[in-house]
């Protein structure tokens, strides 16, 4: 190779990078329009996704028994309380996507109270719910609908502008998951009487 050969492969190999930034300068508006798009994409993506995932919740919902009317039950046996209708109704209505959250709290506060009388370790409500579903304690639907909720929580965070989560559905989801907590505060009421029983065999 002589040294025009040589000098001319120089060039060229330090050419690509140059034309490379070039065209990434020039085209910079384009990819940053390409990039809000695919985020854009990605929350449709979201709020479709959670918005399917409600539709089969109500769907596992329907499959399990309705909760006794409201003004059947004491005060103090309610799942959700009178004195916190308003609270969640306000919080549904200024934060839908909290208001979910609070909500699966609950279910999963239940779920941990049942774990730790039965000894199930506190590794997830997941892992509580599954074990559960192993011991026959709720059939196939409570833990469809379990999961289904756990996922549209999940995805009720990833929403925002026009495809935040709305109040409506934030209130179906709440109806949703007051059917499964009636079922688990019954599962609930059970181990606890069997844990009552072993105990007072153990004393006496």
Not at 84 to 108: C, G, M, Q, S, W
Request: neutral net charge.
């Amino acid at each position: 190779m002589d040294w025009k050969a040589f000098i001319a492969a120089i060039v060229g190999s330090l050419a690509w990078p140059f034309v490379i930034l070039s065209l990434l300068f020039i085209l910079r508006k384009q990819l940053v329009g390409l990039a809000d798009r695919l985020q854009e994409f990605s929350l449709a993506g979201a709020k479709a996704t959670f918005e399917k995932q409600l539709e089969t919740a109500r769907e596992e919902a329907e499959r399990l028994p309705p909760p006794s009317s409201p003004d059947a039950i004491p005060d103090d046996q309610r799942i959700v309380p009178l004195t916190d209708e308003k609270k969640f109704l306000r919080l549904a209505n200024e934060f839908p996507e909290a208001a979910i959250t609070e909500v699966y709290k609950d279910i999963e506060g239940i779920l941990f109270r049942i774990g730790e009388i039965l000894g199930i370790p506190r590794t997830g409500a997941d892992r509580i719910m599954n074990e559960l579903y192993e011991r026959r304690e709720v059939d196939e639907n409570a833990r469809d609908l379990f999961h289904t909720l756990r996922k549209a929580r999940n995805l009720s965070a990833h929403g925002t502008g026009d495809r935040r989560v709305s109040p409506g559905e934030a209130l179906d989801y709440r109806d949703h998951s007051i059917r499964l907590m009636t079922r688990l505060s019954f599962v609930l009421g059970k181990v606890e009487a069997a844990a009552d029983i072993k105990k007072a065999k153990g004393s006496a």
